[in-house]
């Protein structure tokens, strides 16, 4: 059964950090794009960043540039998103995704006919002010 499990929310005060994990199991994790995305209820999906399937590259949407950072460690077949400087803009399901291609991922929130092949069931990350 193919799976991610998003871990690591909570509640943080403003200005705080934060490091989500997602950890897969049945897939070939080094095989997949990683993506990492966010949701206030009633609002629509927001893409925060992407890693490439080695690691190497990262692209960060502009509303978390300079505060998040993705990794990966395929030999723990997981995904990190490490936030820093949060506020309570912040505040959200944090989700992730993987795709053998990184297209699907970028595009996810955008065009309704690229969809992730898989997704997490969402992590919530309460900031208080």
């Known amino acids: 059964q193919v799976q991610l499990v998003e871990s690591g929310g909570g509640l943080v005060q403003a200005g705080g950090s934060l490091r989500l994990s997602c950890a897969a199991s049945?897939?070939?994790?080094?095989?997949?794009?990683m993506g990492w995305f966010r949701q206030v209820p009633g609002k629509e999906r927001e893409f925060l960043g992407a890693?490439?399937?080695?690691?190497?590259?990262?692209l960060y949407a502009d509303s978390v540039k300079g505060r998040a950072t993705i990794s990966r460690d395929n030999a723990k077949n997981t995904v990190y998103l490490q936030m820093n400087r949060l506020k309570p803009d912040d505040t959200a399901v944090y989700y992730c995704?993987?795709?053998?291609?990184?297209?699907?991922?970028?595009?996810?929130?955008?065009?309704?006919?690229?969809?992730?092949?898989?997704w997490g069931q969402g992590t919530l990350v309460t900031v208080s002010s």
């Open positions: 995704a993987a795709d053998p291609k990184l297209h699907p991922l970028v595009v996810a929130t955008t065009d309704m006919d690229s969809t992730p092949e898989v």
């Open positions: 049945g897939l070939t994790f080094s095989s997949y794009a």
């Open positions: 890693i490439i399937r080695s690691g190497s590259s990262t």
